[in-house]
């Protein structure tokens, strides 16, 4: 039985990195495991890893369901992080892409649901 998701996500400059995503989330890593691996808990069971990894930086695409698009966008900007436009997609569900410092792709849909 799968219990727990972790995406990972690759960059170069863990240290750069770290920043962007405390900007991000509002708060520093919930664990550092390693010198190259720090990770946020972003659900009971979900969490975002960032990694200095063998794998390319910048190929990550990471969506983040929030409950209030408009609001979160608002928090990060105040925090610094620039995003694009919101796009309405399809049944209600709406978009907004922003890149980390590596051009890994996070993705954040306003309108989630578990079924459509």
Known sequence: ???????????????????????LFGRTPDNTPM????EWQV???????V???LVPAGSAAVNLAVDDLAGHLSDIAGRGIQHGQIVPVNKGVELCTTND?????????????VKY
Do not use: C, K
Request: proline share 4%; charged share 15%; glycine share 6%.
């Open 51 to 53: 990694s200095n990894a």
């Open 101 to 113: 410092p590596d051009g890994n792709s996070i993705t954040f849909v306003g309108n989630f649901r």
């Open 1 to 23: 039985m799968i219990t727990h998701v972790l995406a990972v996500v690759p960059v170069t400059d863990i240290s750069v990195s770290q920043d962007w995503y405390e900007r």
């Open 35 to 38: 010198d190259s691996l720090i």
């Open 43 to 49: 659900t009971d069971n979900g969490w975002l890893q």
